[in-house]
């Protein structure tokens, strides 16, 4: 079986078919997160304040 890696809310279109299909309830809805592994440690990058937190930098 064929999976889509994701689609977002924003995706009526595709929702829309999916729907039609009769398939709604098999749509995962789940938080999605974000990290970046800088020199061997993880940072979360989800919020401003870890971003500012990260030892990125704007120059």
């Not at 889509?4 to 009526?12: A, M, Y």
């Not at 398939?23 to 995962?28: K, N, P, R, W, Y």
């Not at 020199?39 to 704007?58: A, F, H, Q, V």
């Amino acid at each position: 079986m064929t999976y889509i890696d994701h689609i977002f809310e924003s995706d009526s279109k595709l929702i829309d078919l999916v729907g039609s299909m009769g398939l709604s309830a098999d749509l995962q809805w789940l938080k999605g997160t974000t990290c970046y592994h800088i020199d061997g440690k993880i940072y979360p990058m989800n919020t401003p304040i870890e971003l500012l937190k990260s030892p990125l930098r704007c120059t």
